[in-house]
Nanobody
């Protein structure tokens, strides 16, 4: 299992970013995918989950209405569109396959600051 996240960066409050995660080493279309974020000194937080077909999506209360998870099974890629970003969204974002939780990519840093 390989997961490669990208798309993070520095953005001002109210801005947007789109994260991508390219997966390989397993049959992507068969698996639920998720995005987590990690802030030093805090527990890892589940941000969003999407079913294998994309027909079901769930979000943390803290990001509902602002973030959208999606996937392209033809490209083995899961996305996280993040709008109306807040400073508390700052962290390292990881995509994780719930069925293979021990595998993790390098993550992508998101910093929301003026």
């Amino acid at each position: 299992v390989q997961l490669v996240e990208s798309g993070g960066g520095l953005v001002q409050p109210g801005g947007s970013l789109r994260l991508s995660c390219v997966a390989s080493g397993f049959t992507f279309r068969n698996y639920v995918m998720s995005w987590y974020r990690q802030v030093p000194g805090k527990e890892r937080e589940l941000v969003a989950v999407i079913s294998n077909t994309g027909g079901s999506r769930n979000y943390a209360d803290s990001v509902k209405g602002r973030f959208t998870i999606s996937r392209d099974n033809a490209r083995n890629t899961v996305y996280l569109q993040m709008n109306s970003l807040k400073p508390e969204d700052t962290g390292v974002y990881y995509c994780i396959v719930p069925s293979f939780e021990s595998y993790r990519g390098q993550g992508t840093q998101v910093t929301v600051s003026s």
